[in-house]
């Protein structure tokens, strides 16, 4: 196992930085001048040259690519083009917001979701089986900025338990939380349904039934724990995503998180903080992928790594 670790974090260098690459040179090629932006309306052409030779700007990519990984590997991520903050800075203030929205989203989701898709899966073809189904396919379809927009409507303006934006208390976590776990929950609840309902009809559960287990103890004890191969598969995909795509989610409810910052940054060209957030977003889902490829050997012994 710890030979496997050590070997999927070396491969990492290569991959994060052909990653570092692309998003480098794509994002020099979005539309705009940073440098124009910067120095104004009113600026001369003259001070916006002058402007772009300060931020180097005017150099060839490949030279701003390499002065660029140059600074990264001394721990510089550089500075806001818009604020002049660093953006180690910037990151720090918006991290955990996002981190503990993307843990409460994922949370909620995974409990409810695996606990319906296990009553599904109990009780095929009756009503509980119904309830999910029908659960899960409006979690999927509603898209979750309306979902957001309806949360605020009723809960914020009109019964007013919760805050329609910011994070001042814990209160303004739930809504947020609710909006970006809801397609989570239903996707878990399908995923656990079809894979429990397949590993309740395999040989080892009708030796166990033979046995005399408990119904209890055979779902809970045995067939879950090896369907949740594959609910760890979509919670780790899920994951990975929230922490850098609950893009949308954040503008709605205007919370000061990752996915915010980045499409303030996108809007103004602010070219450091853009590459660095998605070089952060690269490394955060492959991270989460290489934790749950390392938690299923609990869940299934028979898995091996070399």
Not at 13 to 25: H, K, M, T
Not at 88 to 100: A, I, M
Not at 113 to 138: C, K, N, Q
Not at 167 to 192: D, H, N, Q
């Amino acid at each position: 196992m710890g030979r496997y670790i050590i070997k999927r974090i070396i491969g990492l260098i290569p991959l994060l930085l052909a990653v570092s690459f692309l998003i480098f040179i794509f994002i020099h090629l979005i539309p705009g001048d940073p440098a124009r932006l910067m120095a104004g309306k009113d600026a001369t052409n003259d001070e916006v040259e002058a402007l772009r030779t300060y931020l180097g700007l005017d150099k060839p990519i490949l030279e701003q690519y390499f002065i660029y990984m140059k600074e990264l590997f001394q721990g510089d991520l550089g500075h806001s083009l818009r604020s002049n903050a660093p953006v180690t800075q910037l990151f720090g203030e918006r991290f955990l917001p996002s981190l503990q929205l993307s843990i409460l989203s994922i949370g909620w989701a995974m409990l409810i979701g695996i606990l319906l898709g296990v009553i599904s899966a109990v009780f095929r073809g009756r009503w509980p089986d119904y309830f999910g189904t029908i659960t899960a396919i409006s979690g999927i379809s509603v898209p979750n900025f309306w979902l957001g927009l309806v949360m605020i409507q009723l809960f914020a303006v009109q019964f007013n338990i919760f805050p329609a934006g910011g994070i001042e208390t814990w209160k303004g976590y739930v809504l947020p939380s609710f909006a970006l776990g809801a397609g989570i929950m239903a996707m878990i609840t399908r995923f656990t349904r079809s894979s429990l309902v397949q590993t309740l009809q395999e040989d080892f559960i009708r030796t166990a039934r033979s046995r005399g287990l408990g119904e209890r103890a055979i779902i809970f004890g045995h067939a879950l724990k090896k369907s949740m191969i594959t609910v760890l598969t979509i919670a780790g995909l899920q994951f990975g995503f929230l922490l850098g795509g609950s893009i949308v989610v954040e503008t709605v409810f205007s919370f000061p998180g990752m996915g915010r910052l980045l499409i303030d940054s996108i809007q103004f060209r602010d070219y450091p903080v853009v590459q660095s957030l998605l070089l952060i977003f690269s490394l955060e889902f492959i991270l989460v992928n290489l934790i749950v490829d390392i938690l299923y050997g609990f869940f299934n012994p028979k898995i091996r790594y070399n």
